[in-house]
């Protein structure tokens, strides 16, 4: 068997398992990504311009023009350092709709992610509360209803 046969086969093999990983791994860890957004979340007017620069470009100017806004921080700064979640809520429903719509949808779409991890952890808790070892032998149409009604 010649060797310069086999190497070609092996670089495609090595080419293309590399880029299957490559795809997996942005898959895998395409939420750290979105970490500059979520710090803007909580904290509108700590993002530096570069982070702002990574942001969506549908809110970058939106978020410069509220940084600038001298009324809206004084209105943000007046909550302690760990603001609760309605007080955080509050400020973002504040924000004049006519010149910051989309940071409104911003906020609106971080906003519902809590909600909907809550549903889910719930869920979760109730499935196993439901699924303890002396009703491990339920089917799965069983399950669902019980899931439902518990």
């Known amino acids: 068997m010649d060797v310069l046969k086999i190497i070609p086969s092996l670089q495609n093999t090595l080419k293309n398992s590399i880029i299957l990983l490559q795809e ?6 395409s939420d750290f990504a979105e970490e500059d957004c979520m710090l803007a ?7 530096t311009e570069n982070n702002i620069l990574k942001m969506p470009s549908n809110i970058q100017m ?3 023009d509220l940084r600038a806004n001298s009324v ?3 209105k943000f700064n007046e909550h302690p ?3 609760s979640a309605s007080k955080r809520l509050n400020f973002w429903r504040s924000l004049p709709g006519e010149y910051f719509p989309e940071l409104r949808k911003f906020a609106q779409s971080y ?3 809590f ?4 549903r889910c952890q719930q869920a979760f808790s109730s499935m196993k509360t439901i699924m303890n070892k002396l009703m491990s032998r339920l089917s799965d149409s069983n399950l669902n209803r019980l899931a439902l009604n518990y």
């Open 111 to 113: 906003a519902c992610r």
């Open 41 to 47: 979340f909580i904290n509108p007017f700590s993002p």
């Open 24 to 29: 997996a791994f942005d898959s895998r860890f």
């Open 72 to 74: 809206l921080k004084c």
């Open 62 to 64: 939106e978020l410069i």
């Open 115 to 118: 909600g909907i991890t809550y």
């Open 81 to 83: 350092s760990l603001p």
